[in-house]
């Protein structure tokens, strides 16, 4: 019969990794709202042949991005800029009620 070979504790761990890793990165992409696999084919390992169409296709991918990204952005500030205005809003009205407030405490004191 032949040697039975046992696994050190070490080459479990690394093949735990080999799995767990891209699972892991996969995962935290998803949560951050991206897409993993669509950064995998902008690694230059997984390029083919016509590396200078694909470079272009990025760069073109990476403007456009950055325009919807700029867009986004502006709606955003706008959109916190009104919620800020009717905080504010909410803050005097609410302020005005503590005041009235206020003075029917004096009054219910003075009677």
């Known amino acids: 019969m032949g040697k039975n070979y046992k696994m050190t504790t070490f080459s479990?761990?690394?093949?735990f990794?080999?799995?767990a890793a891209?699972?892991?990165y996969i995962g935290a992409s998803y949560y951050n709202?991206?897409?993993p696999f669509?950064?995998?084919k902008e690694i230059s390992i997984f390029e083919n042949s016509k590396s200078e169409s694909?470079?272009?296709k990025v760069i073109t991918n990476e403007n456009s991005n950055n325009n919807v990204g700029e867009e986004s952005f502006n709606k955003e500030i706008e959109l916190k800029e009104l919620?800020?205005?009717q905080l504010n809003k909410r803050i005097e009205k609410l302020e005005e009620i503590i005041e009235t407030q206020k003075k029917e405490i004096e009054n219910l004191k003075v009677q």
């Open 54 to 56: 694909t470079t272009t």
């Open 12 to 15: 479990k761990f690394l093949i």
């Open 22 to 24: 891209p699972l892991s």
């Open 38 to 40: 669509e950064k995998f």
């Open 17 to 19: 990794l080999i799995f």
């Open 33 to 35: 709202g991206q897409n």
């Open 83 to 85: 919620e800020i205005k």
